[in-house]
T-cell receptor, first 114, second 113 residues
């Protein structure tokens, strides 16, 4: 079974632009979560989607948004990019919702904002 | 709120030596705990998880972790380090009701020949 896939793997943008990242979960997985990883802040939860609905959101500004499609694929969007948005963005999927569920991570999208 | 603390941002061992990576958790309810490994330029790979079925959890690549409630710890060990174990290791606790993982700051494992 294929793992979590994320596209693109690398991205370079300039301040003020917007960006859309894509995540395809493991087949059959219905919950998709997004995390931001930076050297300074570590791994931080962005949001989680299940059945096309955002269920939880981390402490990020409204410039960060996402959505989930009927096939469980998810996208996240960052508008008005800032230098501090440079990070590795990780997507994770799990079969169901619940704290006991294992989240499986994709390889990430590395975003560089200049 | 759930949290984890990983003691030691860097741990250095020689090939063949014991690996011990420390993780302490704080949780208001019985926790679900995870260890992930991250190799350079890759995502996170699950090593093992604790779900209260057994206090000693065996994972992939020869790693295991022991849950100790009295010490609120979930340390990761491997009897004999390999060069291929060099990576960053993250301990995480699941936040009940929020479907999110709360990660520690990570420990970079360095293995010397």
């Amino acid at each position: 079974k294929a793992g979590v896939t994320q596209t693109p793997r690398y991205l370079i943008k300039t301040r003020g632009q917007q960006v859309t990242l894509s995540c395809s979960p493991i087949s059959g997985h219905r919950s998709v979560s997004w995390y931001q990883q930076t050297p300074g802040q570590g791994l931080q939860f962005l949001f989680e989607y299940f059945s096309e609905t955002q269920r939880n959101k981390g402490n990020f500004p409204g410039r960060f948004s996402g959505r989930q499609f009927s096939n469980s694929r998810s996208e996240m969007n960052v508008s008005t990019l800032e230098l501090g948005d440079s990070a590795l963005y990780l997507c994770a999927s799990s079969l169901r919702r619940g704290e006991q569920e294992t989240q499986y991570f994709g390889p990430g999208t590395r975003l560089l904002v200049l | 709120a759930q949290s984890v603390t990983q003691l030691g941002s860097h741990v250095s061992v020689s090939e063949g030596a014991l690996v011990l990576l420390r993780c302490n958790y704080s949780s208001s309810v019985p926790p679900y705990l995870f260890w992930y490994v991250q190799y350079p330029n890759q995502g996170l790979q699950l090593l093992l998880k604790y779900t209260s079925a057994a206090t000693l959890v065996k994972g992939i690549n020869g790693f295991e972790a022991e849950f100790k409630k009295s010490e609120t710890s979930f340390h990761l060990t491997k009897p004999s380090a390999h060069m291929s174990d060099a990576a960053e290791y993250f301990c995480a606790v699941s936040d009940p009701g929020f479907q999110k993982l709360v990660f520690g700051t990570g420990t970079r494992l360095l293995v010397s020949p």
